[in-house]
């Protein structure tokens, strides 16, 4: 789903979410509803071509169309599973005499003309760096159309360096890294200064320019420009930009996204413990995505392929709380196995690891046609929240979720926990009926009665069913032909429009006809009361056995004038 609203019953405000599309959750494509615009996502494990083992193209990731390109003897090549990076591929700029290796991304003004910019990156540099390497450079040649180089030092004492437009060169960090280890970098510019880490710590900060100009040049990876022999010598993953500037919170998650999918620890701020939680059954690397607050800054909402955290109850709101989750890389499915006691009969096969720090209420969100390619949750009171905190072993109900701490919007169900009932653990999803509650959904929405009012009116209707349903309609909609529709006990819902269809019509409470004609539901059933005009036999089309059953069926009330 790309749209929803959490109620605020669940949190102290409303949220509009845009789908995160960036990477730890952070950001999308054009920086709507108050998010970073990720404007290039480059990451080995996707989008890359190769002729041979030599990389064509690298499809940016972000929805910018980004994407990097390489050509003839300058491509670098693909490590198809590389050791050095949690077995995922990299791109490996060789040192080879008279060859300048790089892939280039057509001049963009969103990759300058700005103020502010954050930029991060995964490196392997090797141990026989020969002079200074440039691995990301949007420029011409030297000095010319120059917005902004990272380059690193020789091979004695190597560090990584920043010029943005002509200021520099300036420190990334403090000291030295290191050849044949991995480094994820950040660059934050923000008009005033140059913040920079590694490994999420040996901060540097330094005074930068007002702003980057709009260069007419392209973006290199792996080298300073097309016309220097000073590519990059070692292996790349990962190239993310943000036309923003990342707040403090934000970029922790971010380096924690990097440091748990490529294995590699960071030296501060490591808040996620998933990666390395107890061997290969609690191992979930993936797709890390979070909320937190740090320095005064916050990040609210974070969607790891389908699971979705965000505050409850106006936590997250001292420094140095945060709640991160990732996956174990299973394609997800249905899933019977370890399913425990509880009355549990069906259950998401993917997992993820949910490494909480500090005192947090929050929501955990699981969406139906992001996470499973489901279609539309049902009764919420079937569904239930599972953890295990083994590597093996059942799942168990989190039961003291009470089903007024559940609700549906659309194609997704959130579960409210409080900071006792959130511990860390693997967590997944599961249900007690899978006829009518599949856990990959159902085609049809299932509306039902909010309130006794007209069939046209939306604030009749909501998609809780639940025993105690919160309002959730929101594009204040009624029930379509596709869409089956459950008129509840002690509410009425009068039919003042003509020729409905609908898909199915649950009768527990009543439905008044009125004068209206031309209606076909399909099948009806229910123990519930039909009121029709008696003028003339305005029964809708469809299947009524149900209803009709002198056991279980309802009551067809027909009011007349004699």
Do not use: C
Not at 203 to 228: C, H
Not at 332 to 345: C, D, E, K, Q, R
Not at 358 to 379: C, K, L, R, Y
Not at 412 to 419: A, D, E, K, V
């Amino acid at each position: 789903m790309r749209r929803i609203v959490l109620a605020s019953l669940f949190i102290s405000f409303s949220y509009s979410l845009i789908a995160q599309t960036g990477p730890g959750g952070v950001g999308n494509a054009d920086g709507s509803s108050g998010q970073p615009q990720n404007v290039l996502w480059l990451r080995s494990n996707t989008g890359i071509s190769t002729t041979g083992a030599l990389v064509d193209s690298w499809t940016d990731q972000s929805g910018n169309s980004n994407s990097a390109t390489g050509s003839g003897a300058t491509r670098p090549s693909l490590i198809a599973a590389d050791a050095n990076f949690n077995g995922l591929p990299s791109i490996n700029f060789l040192n080879t005499g008279g060859v300048n290796f790089f892939l280039q991304v057509p001049d963009n003004d969103n990759l300058d003309n700005t103020s502010n910019l954050s930029i991060f990156f995964v490196a392997r540099p090797n141990a026989q760096q020969s002079g200074i390497n440039g691995i990301i450079s949007k420029r011409s040649a030297a000095a010319t159309n120059q917005s902004y180089f990272i380059q690193l030092t020789a091979a004695v004492n190597p560090a990584w360096q920043t010029t943005v437009g002509t200021t520099g060169p300036l420190a990334l960090h403090t000291g030295n890294t290191g050849t044949a280890q991995i480094d994820i970098i950040s660059q934050i510019i923000n008009g005033t200064s140059v913040i920079g880490l590694r490994d999420g710590t040996a901060q540097s900060t330094t005074a930068g320019p007002a702003s980057i100009a709009n260069n007419n040049s392209n973006l290199f990876i792996g080298s300073f420009d097309a016309g220097v022999l000073t590519n990059f010598e070692g292996q790349m993953t990962e190239v993310i930009i943000y036309r923003t500037t990342l707040n403090q919170a934000q970029r922790i998650i971010v380096e924690n996204y990097l440091s748990s999918k490529y294995n590699t620890a960071l030296s501060a701020n490591d808040n996620y413990g998933g990666d390395v939680a107890g061997g290969t059954t609690l191992n979930h690397d993936f797709d890390l995505a979070g909320i937190g607050f740090s320095g005064g800054t916050s990040h609210f909402l974070g969607n790891s392929q389908g699971f979705i955290l965000s505050p409850s109850g106006g936590t997250v709101d001292v420094n140095g709380e945060f709640v991160l989750a990732a996956h174990n890389g299973v394609a997800n499915a249905v899933s019977v196995s370890n399913l425990g006691t509880g009355g549990v009969v069906q259950r998401w096969d993917r997992t993820w690891y949910v490494d909480k720090t500090g005192t947090v209420d929050a929501n955990i969100t699981f969406d139906f046609s992001e996470g499973i390619a489901g279609q539309f949750p049902q009764n919420k009171d079937n569904y239930v929240l599972l953890r295990r905190n083994t590597g093996t072993g059942n799942y168990d109900v989190v039961a003291t979720i009470a089903n007024s701490d559940k609700t549906l919007i659309g194609d997704q169900i959130s579960f409210r926990l409080t900071n006792a009932d959130l511990s860390d653990g693997v967590y997944t999803f599961g249900t007690l009926d899978l006829t009518n509650s599949p856990v990959n959904g159902v085609s049809n929405r299932t509306w039902y009665s909010y309130q006794s009012g007209n069939w046209t009116v939306p604030n009749s209707w909501t998609l809780d069913g639940g025993v105690f349903p919160l309002f959730v309609n929101p594009s204040n909609e009624i029930p379509s032909s596709t869409d089956n529709v459950v008129i509840t006990s002690g509410r009425t819902i009068s039919m003042n429009v003509n020729n409905v269809q609908i898909n199915s019509m649950d009768v527990t409470g009543t439905l008044d006809l009125l004068a209206s004609t031309g209606h076909n539901f399909v099948t009806i059933s229910g123990g519930g009361r039909i009121r029709m005009a008696g003028a003339a036999d305005n029964f809708p089309l469809g299947t009524a056995t149900s209803f009709t059953d002198a056991t279980i069926g309802g009551t067809l009330e027909i009011n007349g004038t004699g």
